[in-house]
């Protein structure tokens, strides 16, 4: 599937009040630039997308998401502002303007809520005749419903209940479990994972006990390794206790035995990972596999596998 966005906590739903062009009591409460494209949450809580990353979102030109402001509040309606509205109106009351204007650094950013953003998405995925983009498309079904501010909130670390999660609570408590347990002279795939895991949670993935990513890795590597019979070329891979978190279901098993393999083979291992697990294909396949599970979000997803897989020259 084409990977269409450059972007890479459960939302409330909006409210019903009135948005106007201007309005000087919001401000900005976290902005953040993903891929080029701005987006934030204001004081009110609303999640936003700025124009340019409307724009990208849509497959447009700037340009055409601002004549859509600008014609937003016409006497006589063009017939693309009359079906964006008749999208907004399923869902919820029609604001007075497509977009908040808020003082920002000296300079003046232009918001687009985010249920105006899915509905200028959808009309440039589904309803612009000719003018269909199929960046639009892609992108309205990875981010439709509720996943568009679930993904800027996470993106921007906001939690609309009002509490700061710590997204790296999980992992961190795994490390503090294991980081010295295996030998000395060893190496455990947990640890060397660090980069991978690191990756996953800057793209929105919430880390659990579900998401063992090592486990993903450790098996491939351990069949490549007996498969090349590299304990003759290394010397013996050995088994270590490695825990879990007593707030994970593995915790019941601990201490579970877990193979480390000797520091000289660690270059091996990386040239391995690299090579076989992350642009052999492992790697999307986990994570497809997690998406269809409902285990992680679409969106997450693509922008884990674009930060982490090199795009492919195609074949001559």
């Not at 609303?46 to 724009?55: D, K, V």
């Not at 300079?107 to 899915?118: E, G, H, I, K």
């Not at 269909?132 to 800027?152: T, V, Y």
């Amino acid at each position: 599937m084409k990977k269409p966005l450059h972007i890479s906590k459960l939302a409330p739903k909006s409210t019903s009040k009135e948005i106007t062009p201007a309005q000087g009591s919001l401000s900005l409460e976290v902005e953040k630039d993903v891929g080029g494209i701005g987006m934030g949450v204001l004081s009110d809580g609303t999640p936003y997308l700025n124009q340019r990353g409307l724009a990208v979102l849509c497959g447009v030109q700037n340009a055409h998401i601002g004549t859509i402001s600008s014609q937003w509040g016409d006497a006589e309606q063009k017939p693309r502002i009359t079906a964006i509205k008749d999208i907004l109106k399923k869902s919820g009351p029609v604001p007075l303007a497509a977009h908040i204007e808020i003082p920002h650094n000296g300079r003046v950013q232009y918001c687009y809520p985010a249920d105006v953003c899915l509905a200028v998405l959808e009309y440039y995925a589904f309803d612009a005749g000719v003018n269909n983009q199929p960046e639009a498309r892609d992108n309205f079904r990875l981010l439709a419903g509720s996943k568009l501010r679930e993904m800027i909130y996470s993106q921007v670390g906001y939690d609309p209940n009002g509490t700061i999660p710590d997204v790296f609570k999980a992992w961190h408590d795994r490390l503090a479990l294991n980081y010295q347990s295996a030998p000395k002279g060893f190496f455990h795939v947990f640890n060397e994972a660090s980069t991978i895991y690191y990756e996953l949670i800057q793209a929105g993935a919430h880390i659990d006990s579900k998401t063992v990513i090592d486990i993903s890795i450790g098996i491939p590597w351990s069949a490549y390794w007996v498969a090349n019979k590299l304990d003759e070329v290394y010397g013996l891979r050995q088994k270590y206790p490695h825990r879990y978190p007593d707030d994970h279901p593995q915790a019941k098993s601990n201490p579970h035995e877990s193979w480390c393999y000797p520091l000289e083979a660690l270059g091996r291992y990386r040239q391995w990972l690299q090579d076989d697990y992350i642009e052999g294909g492992k790697f999307s396949n986990y994570l497809i596999g997690k998406v269809k599970r409902g285990d992680l979000p679409p969106s997450v997803a693509q922008l884990a596998i674009k930060a982490m897989v090199p795009p492919q020259l195609p074949a001559k």
